[in-house]
Structures are given as C-alpha cells and as structure tokens.
C-alpha cells in the first residue's frame, strides 16, 4: 500500500516541537528581545526531530513493506496515496485542519496522536478516522488496519503489549539529520529512547503525558534497550542519547539494573534523560553517572510553595532541590531546571521570586514555560470557560492563554522575555555554562 505520513508544522520562527509536553507540542517562542530571540535562532537550528510516536509508525509499516513516505508539506500529487496518515498535535492543530479539508473525500485519512486521540471532536466532521492510543501499537497488532477506515474511532488495547516489539525509528530515511538531533545537551548525533511509558504521579491533571501512555508504568526489557543502544552504535556511529520517558528512573530497580548493564558491558555512551529531583539519591547519582549520564532535566516549577501546591504539582523541597543540583553538578552531570510562569495562583512577586530562585539555582540550562490548561486534561474543564484564544496553536507553552486573575497575556510574555533575558545576560551563568561543558566533553 502507498502510504503517506503527513506531519504539518505552521511556519514560524522558532522551533515547534511535537514531541514534547507529552505529544501535544510546543513552540519555543522565548520573547522578543535580544536574547531570547538569539536562544530562539539557535534552537530552531540545531534541534530537530519528529515525534516519537510517528517515528515508530513510519518504521512499523515501513517493516511491513508497504510504501512510506514522511513528509511536513502536502506533495502535489498526494492523490496518488492509499492512505495519508496525519500526525496530530495541538501546536499544528490549524495547519492539520487546512490540509485535511483539502484532502477530504479523495484519499483516506488516518489521524494519529495524544491531541487527536484526546480531542476527536475537533475531526470528526470531516472524512476521517483517528486512532486513539498509541499508534504504532495499533499497527503491530492490525496488520489489515485499512479495513477499520470505516470507523471512526479506532480503539485498541495496549495493556499487555511488550514494548521490546517496537523496531527501531529510521530517522535518517525520514529525513532527519541525527546531528540536529542533540536536545543542546548533546554534541554529534543523538537519538531519542524510551525505556519506560506511562506516569502515576499527581500532576496527571494537567498534564499530557498520563493521557497517551496511561498511569500505569510499562517498560522494555534491560536487553531490549540495550541491543537498541549497540544497534544505533554500530549502525550510526550514534554516542549520545536522549531518553524520552516522561519520568527517567521512576522505577529504581529498573534504573540500577539499566545502569549495571550499561557499565559491565563497557557500552561507553553519554545520555540525558528528564527526572524528579526527590527520585535522585547519592548513590543513584552516582550509578547514573558512572553509566554515562551527563545531563538532566528537572521540574522546579515555581518558588512560592502556595502556587505549586494550588496547581497539584509534584516537587522536592527547597533545601532538597539545591542539595540535589548541587550533588549532580559535582557529579559533573549538567542540569536543565524547567520552571513556569503564570500558574493560577501567580502574580508579579511570585513570578520575580521563581526568576531569582532560578537564578539562585544557576543550573546550566534553565527553561521558563507559560501555565497552560491543555484541552483534553482534568484542569482544562475548570478553565474551558476562561479561554482567551480560538487558536489551539496558541496553546504552545510560551503564552497565556486563559483569562487570568492577575495578568494580561501581554504581562506574561513580558514577564517570560525577562526571565529569559536576564538568566541567561548574567556572568555567573557564563561561567557556569563555560565550566560545565569543559567538566563534560
Ligand atoms: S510527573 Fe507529573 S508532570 Fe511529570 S510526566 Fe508525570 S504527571 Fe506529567
């Protein structure tokens, strides 16, 4: 079968990514002056890669020898498909709609991803099938998948899957280049993995990721992730890897055993992966270390206890935040500290304190998000009523988009630019950034 996998991007001028926040995407849009718009330029040059889920979709069938072809633009002749499957997500959610319709009625239409799955209304008046879940699953198990084109709404199990069955993305047969591929913690080429899927923590209420790949954790074999490591080794000359789970290390044992193997078997790569603070220990630290970990990304979310706790967030302590980055940074493993502005409870002194409690912090990276109630998510019907803006591809991280009781839409990107201008102006942070990429590479 000739198969299309459309994956539309809006034109702007920073990065979109639709791999992150859970498959829902987001649109670096740091701010407007000088240097949010030179972290902008560098972003959207050097970091680039397809969502996970689409990836593997791409490799599911293309192993099942139909002809595939990835695209981010409609190819003039695209009637010439068996099928297009279109790649969801709510940073595109506009693009997608303007490309469906003209699609409508003469090719089938497949529509994959968290934010279709999660907000089919907003397809079901056109043509089309969404299959909910996890797509590439639903693949493996359905090789005659045309024949469910007549529904629309494709529900599939995922339960007793084993994710050791998904083949490897073939990133470079997409299209992509493995050097963009570095997340800036990286250097050369980088991939992406998953060694677990799914969350059980309490911030499921805004959050996306619990909503594609359930609370329950599912994970690959050590084997399994391994022979992936030695493969994209071999193969690609690849040495640096991003580990994609929403929550690295979640399950301890899991970790240790990964890291053993890692060590034993002397595979010798640098990695990154995204954790909770109050999972890390010293010994863990130092374990992950030894196995090749030389960044990590962690959510600090906010300084005033009140608005985290207002918001149902899941952190560590002030005394245990600092312990910990401290603790990593000797470990001579980077970290990105993520924080976010404009949480309900937030208002000017808060969001002052949270930049200078960031800038206190002085980790390698530190990235500043706007609070988004994501349509889809628990919190989203107690905000549905307070939405500002018609625009799904508005919800992209970096802008408020529900009325807030304190600031205007205008007031946050000031307060998201100033985050950003003036964590990344200060000499301490160019120290700090010159002397932990020496301690690195
Ligand atoms: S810990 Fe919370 S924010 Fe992180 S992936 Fe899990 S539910 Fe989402």
Not at 367 to 378: A, K, N
Not at 404 to 420: Q, W
Request: charged share 25%; with cysteine.
């Amino acid at each position: 079968m000739n198969i299309l996998i459309l994956d539309p991007y809006p034109k702007k001028s920073y990065r979109i990514s639709k791999d992150t926040s859970g498959g829902y995407g987001t649109g670096n849009d740091f701010g407007d002056s000088f240097l949010p718009k030179t972290l902008k330029k560098l972003l959207i040059k050097n970091s680039k890669w397809p969502p996970l889920f689409a990836a593997y979709t791409y490799s599911v069938l293309k192993k099942d020898r139909h002809n595939v072809v990835y695209d981010e633009e409609l190819p003039k002749n695209y009637e010439f498909f068996d099928l297009i499957i279109i790649i969801s997500s709510i940073v595109s959610h506009e693009t997608e709609i303007e490309l469906i319709k003209k699609i409508n009625n003469k090719v089938k239409i497949f529509v994959i991803g968290p934010f279709a799955s999660n907000n089919s209304e907003k397809y079901l008046k056109y043509n089309l099938s969404i299959i909910m879940g996890e797509p590439e699953i639903f693949f493996i198990k359905n090789k005659d998948f045309i024949n469910f084109s007549e529904k629309k709404l494709i529900s599939h199990d995922v339960k007793n899957f084993n994710l050791d069955e998904l083949p490897y993305p073939e990133y470079e047969e997409m299209g992509y280049d493995l050097k963009k591929i570095n997340n800036l913690f990286g250097r050369g080429k980088s991939i992406p993995l998953i060694a677990t899927r799914g969350c059980p923590f309490s911030c499921f209420k805004y959050c996306v990721y619990p909503l594609q790949q359930g609370r329950k954790i599912r994970q690959r074999s050590i084997k399994g992730i391994i022979d992936e490591i030695k493969y994209w080794k071999i193969k690609y000359s690849v040495k640096n890897f991003i580990f994609r789970d929403p929550v690295f290390s979640i399950n301890r044992k899991h970790t240790v055993e990964l890291c053993n193997e890692l060590i034993q078997e002397k595979i010798n790569i640098n990695f990154i992966a995204e954790t909770h603070l109050n999972i890390l220990d010293s010994d863990l630290i130092k374990l992950l270390k030894k196995a090749g970990l030389t960044g990590i990304k962690v959510g600090i979310e906010s300084f005033d206890e009140e608005v985290i706790q207002e918001a149902n967030r899941h952190t560590a302590t002030k005394d245990d935040q600092l312990k910990k980055i401290r603790e990593l940074e000797r470990n001579k493993i980077q970290v990105s500290a993520m924080f976010i502005l404009g949480f309900p409870a937030d208002n000017p002194k808060t969001v002052m304190q949270t930049i200078n409690y960031a800038k206190k912090l002085n980790t390698t990276y530190a990235q500043f998000s706007v609070w988004t109630p994501y349509p889809g998510t628990p919190v989203f019907f107690e905000y549905k009523d307070r939405i500002i803006t018609n625009k799904m591809e508005d919800f992209d991280q970096y802008r408020l988009v529900f009325k807030h009781n304190v600031f205007s839409k205008e007031e946050i990107r000031y307060y998201l630019d100033k985050a950003y201008s003036n964590y990344y102006s200060r000499l301490k942070w160019v120290f700090k950034y010159i002397f932990s990429k020496n301690a690195i590479y």
